[in-house]
């Protein structure tokens, strides 16, 4: 399965937008790539996913480059309660990585 | 819907015990599949099925096994536990392995053997 990298953790103020990037760069054609977050140990949570156009969900949206070699979460309003762990997965086969920690900061 | 539940929520074993973690699943999902996640690491896939009497390994399966008779029900048996095996276990379900749909997780299982 293809790997992402992530940086491991981010910080974002309260209110603002919180963007996290993933690199995808061996992302087959077919594959979609799909977002997950982990709040303190619960069951990871789905955000979204897509192929190559832009999405956007009641949570997030997701910016996917038109190279599919990259992507961006957007959290436009991130609130303390979205701190958690982010996973950027390549595909439905749910191979995870470390994530990105995401600190909301008041 | 319950989504997915697994049962118990927390265990402590002896070395050499055995035990089965249980999921069930209410949403007729085909694939379902098991987790580990050790303190700070993401999670590492044991086993998975992609339709009842059909399971396959995962990254990590030594020292699990798994069946799948029914659609809704996919346990995990830990067959002499050992403190390696200290983790929390999560179950996941979602529609098919191959059709680009979201996955449920269970709350998780934290097992800790001593």
């Known amino acids: 399965d293809a790997k992402t990298t992530q940086p491991p953790s981010m910080d974002c103020a309260e209110g603002r937008a919180a963007n996290l990037p993933c690199n995808h760069s061996t992302i087959s054609g077919n594959e979609y790539v799909y977002w997950y977050r982990q709040i303190h140990s619960q069951g990871p949570q789905y955000i979204i996913h897509?192929?190559?156009n832009n999405e956007t969900n009641e949570m997030a949206s997701l910016i996917i480059t038109e190279d599919r070699k990259s992507s961006t979460l957007i959290l436009p309003h991130a609130t303390l309660r979205d701190t958690a762990v982010y996973y950027c997965?390549?595909?439905?086969?749910?191979?995870f990585g470390a994530g990105t920690i995401l600190r909301v900061k008041s | 819907n319950a989504g997915v539940t697994q049962t118990p929520k927390f265990q402590v074993l002896k070395t050499g015990q055995s035990m089965t973690l249980q999921c069930a699943q209410d949403?007729?999902?085909?694939?379902m599949s098991w987790y580990r996640q050790d303190p700070g690491m993401g999670l590492r896939l044991i086993h998975y099925?992609?339709?009842?009497?059909?399971?396959d390994q995962g990254e990590v399966p030594n020292g699990y096994n798994v069946s799948r008779s029914t659609t809704e029900d996919f346990p995990l048996r830990l067959l002499s536990a050992a403190p390696s095996q200290t983790s929390v276990y999560f179950c996941a379900s979602s529609y098919s392995r191959t059709v680009n749909t979201e996955a449920f997780f269970g709350q998780g299982t934290r097992l800790t053997v001593v």
């Open positions: 099925s992609v339709g009842a009497g059909i399971t």
């Open positions: 949403m007729n999902h085909e694939y």
């Open positions: 997965i390549n595909g439905n086969k749910l191979v």
């Open positions: 897509g192929l190559k």
